[in-house]
């Protein structure tokens, strides 16, 4: 039967005002489903870091090439200006912005000095970070100053709204102290708004109450902050407020961060295991960002990974080398289905079930651990074992033949030719 438009005015109305809304309940069923789909505990979702080593591949990719990276990087992060006319083909991209970082160059510089913190002698502190013959790269600003927030506010709007970018990758939420002279020394700046030397309360409440305009300001916008664990403890109420602020919690260096020890001192792996769990518990996510450099370092990140992964925690490596198109390691393709419950202690490693898996790993600073497998298992090489042998900070993924929940079709044992 041919369709017929509606003859009055009101009518045609409210025809479209009914299209419109089941469009939008399409579109929303659609993103649920998608998000439910994305709620698999075993399926990595990879987060790329595209900085300038990474331009050669973002620079004029095929229509291929574009619609690679948008199936492997679940997020990527990007840098305004370059990344602005590429996200016609990947709308997903976050765009890095530093949290109180003011650069000589910057106009805001030569315009609002006073958004310099300073010591009690008068002198410019600066971001303790790349420092070089008493100079470094990057004054801090006075995020306490709602004057240096809004121009923070406003920049990030015109690059989230103006320009599109999907979220905000906000470096150097600091809530520990991270202002100094240009030698990199550690020094206490005057408050300006007391002409005190700046109280750590004052300095971490600044820094929670900030996170909280950003995310008032963009209740829409994916944000992530790079900050640092152990900051304080968790029951601080600022570093409560700062996490709650974000969607993402992105913790540089990942599982293989040298600094961290076995067990539950005060850099221990369980206690940054534990850090992640408060994190999820309060209904948001993590990017473990790996710095591991070999072979075994990869396995191991990805394998802590596993151990927390809830749906919507991503994992990250500095590596190009196996993280670009033409180099990706099949490793971060992994699916091992929906997780059999949380990670436990088993024969003094770290293990955690999957459908189509397990995972295991030895912590840092703990002997070497040898324990029988349960059932046939296949290591990353693809070859079967039966017995697994870790030295300290060593992990394995084990795979079995299974179908996923998420994928019917069954899945042979996988090689993905460890090189």
Same mark, same amino acid.
């Given at each position: ?237 600022? @570093?409560? +407020?700062?996490? !709650? ?5 992105? *913790?540089?260096?990942? /599982?293989? #961060?040298?600094?961290? %020890? =076995? ?32 072979l075994t370092k990869r396995e191991y990140g990805l394998a802590?990974?596993?151990? @927390?992964? +809830?749906?919507? !925690? ?5 590596? *190009?080398?196996?993280? /670009?198109? #033409?180099?990706?390691? %099949? =490793? ?56 697994i042998i870790l030295a300290e900070s060593e992990a394995a ?23």
């Amino acid at each position: 039967m041919k369709y017929r438009a509606p003859k009055c005015f009101h009518c045609t109305n409210f025809f479209f005002s009914v299209l419109f809304i089941a469009g939008l309940l399409m579109v929303i069923q659609s993103t649920q489903a998608q998000a439910q789909a994305q709620e698999v505990e075993g399926k990595v979702l990879f987060y790329n870091i595209a900085n300038s080593d990474f331009d050669p591949y973002s620079r004029d990719p095929s229509s291929a090439e574009q619609a690679w990276m948008r199936e492997h990087y679940y997020r990527q992060q990007t840098y305004k200006g370059y990344f602005n006319s590429r996200l016609a083909w990947y709308p997903l991209a976050w765009v890095y912005k530093d949290s109180y970082a003011i650069k000589p160059s910057w106009d805001i510089y030569r315009d609002h000095p006073e958004w310099v913190l300073r010591d009690a002698g008068g002198n410019q502190l600066y971001i303790p970070w790349g420092c070089s013959g008493g100079t470094c790269p990057q004054f801090a600003g006075d995020f306490g100053n709602p004057a240096f927030r809004a121009n923070w506010i406003s920049e990030a709007r015109s690059l989230l709204e103006d320009v599109g970018y999907a979220g905000l990758w906000v470096d150097d939420v600091n809530l520990t102290w991270r202002v100094g002279n240009g030698n990199g020394d550690i020094i206490r700046p005057v408050d300006p708004r007391t002409g005190q030397e700046m109280t750590r309360d004052n300095w971490q409440r600044y820094f929670a109450e900030f996170m909280e305009e950003i995310r008032a300001a963009f209740p829409d916008k994916e944000i992530a902050h790079n900050a640092i664990w152990y900051a304080d403890v968790t029951a601080n109420p600022y @570093i409560q +407020r700062q996490i !709650d602020a974000a969607d993402w919690y992105n *913790l540089e260096r990942g /599982a293989t #961060d040298r600094g961290l %020890k =076995g067990g539950t001192g005060k850099y221990g792996f369980e206690t940054f295991l534990s850090f992640i769990d408060f994190i999820q518990n309060r209904g948001h996510n993590v990017i473990l960002m790996d710095y591991g450099d070999t072979l075994t370092k990869r396995e191991y990140g990805l394998a802590a990974w596993f151990l @927390i992964n +809830r749906g919507q !925690d991503m994992i990250s490596s500095n590596q *190009l080398r196996w993280t /670009a198109p #033409d180099s990706w390691w %099949k =490793g971060y393709e992994l699916d091992l289905g929906r997780a059999l419950g949380p990670r436990q202690t088993w024969q003094g490693l770290l293990r955690r079930d999957f459908e189509c898996g397990i995972v295991l790993l030895n912590q840092p600073e703990m002997p070497t651990r040898s324990a029988s497998l349960d059932s046939e298992l296949s290591d990353l090489s693809g070859n079967t074992r039966s017995t697994i042998i870790l030295a300290e900070s060593e992990a394995a993924i084990l795979t079995r033949a299974c179908a996923a929940t998420n994928d019917p079709a069954p899945k042979p044992p996988i090689n993905l030719n460890v090189n």
